[in-house]
């Protein structure tokens, strides 16, 4: 069974400030991908950055940005530069190599931006 | 740009009746999907469909929960006799095509219905 944890349930940031949020991730598998997508208040879901099993690189999307350590299983995300539209929730989410590649979905961290 | 649309935006239904809830995914995408979020909580995957079939489902997706793609566009969920805790944000999201090797291919969401079971 695939396990995802997000153990910050809030953060804050000041805003102009980089903020980390942390995602471990439990798997059997050896291929898989790990996303993060945010959630306004407004509700919907806006994909934001995505990393391979397989990458040796870190994933990098403008200000986001990975932080892949596959043998610590964590996929924390960066975000530099943070803005006051950056507040809202943070899920990070596993999907494992199997026909459905349907998400697993940690329980997320509310991020919040002070000016 | 295309996107996912979901009607309706909010549904408000009495305990033990149908409820249906409609998707419209991008039309190349080849993957669809249920998931749904009780308030305050994780997104939860319900069901995968490809091929027009279920492909995977989760212990929440149990006999009141059916799935169906009627013609080219519409990707439906159905609710047989709702209960108060299927009170929820459901989520449609669809993959133009299967992840390859590392799970590639995100998943692009709707922007979900409200339904709530008085």
């Known amino acids: 069974a695939q396990k995802i944890t997000q153990t910050q349930p809030g953060m804050f940031v000041q805003e102009k400030e980089a903020v980390t949020l942390d995602c471990t991730y439990d798997?059997?598998?050896?291929?898989?991908?790990l996303f993060w997508y945010k959630q306004p208040s407004s509700g919907e879901m806006i994909f934001l950055i995505y990393?391979?099993?397989?990458?040796?690189q870190n994933a990098t999307e403008g200000r986001y940005s990975l932080n892949f350590q596959k043998a610590r299983k964590s996929a924390n995300l960066v975000i530099s530069a943070s803005q006051l539209g950056d507040s809202a929730m943070y899920f990070c989410?596993?999907?494992?190599?199997?026909?459905?590649?349907?998400?697993?979905f940690g329980t997320g961290t509310s991020l919040t931006v002070i000016p | 740009e295309p996107e996912v649309t979901q009607t309706p935006s909010h549904q408000v239904t009495q305990m033990g009746q149908e409820v249906i809830l409609r998707c419209v995914p991008i039309?190349?995408?080849?993957?669809f999907y249920w998931y749904r979020q009780i308030l305050g909580q994780k997104v939860e995957f319900l069901v995968s469909?490809?091929?027009?079939?279920?492909?995977?489902k989760s212990e929440i997706f149990d006999d009141q929960f059916s799935v169906e793609r009627p013609d080219g566009s519409n990707f439906t969920l159905k609710i047989r006799s709702t209960k108060l805790e299927d009170s929820a944000m459901y989520f449609c999201?669809?993959?133009?095509?299967?992840?390859?090797?590392?799970?590639?291919?995100?998943?692009?969401f709707g922007p979900g219905t409200r339904l709530t079971v008085l």
């Open positions: 999201a669809s993959r133009r095509e299967r992840g390859g090797l590392g799970g590639h291919n995100e998943q692009f």
């Open positions: 798997t059997s598998d050896q291929s898989y991908g």
């Open positions: 990393q391979g099993s397989y990458d040796e």
């Open positions: 989410a596993m999907s494992p190599p199997n026909t459905g590649n349907q998400f697993y």
């Open positions: 039309s190349n995408h080849l993957y």
């Open positions: 469909f490809y091929n027009n079939e279920i492909s995977e």
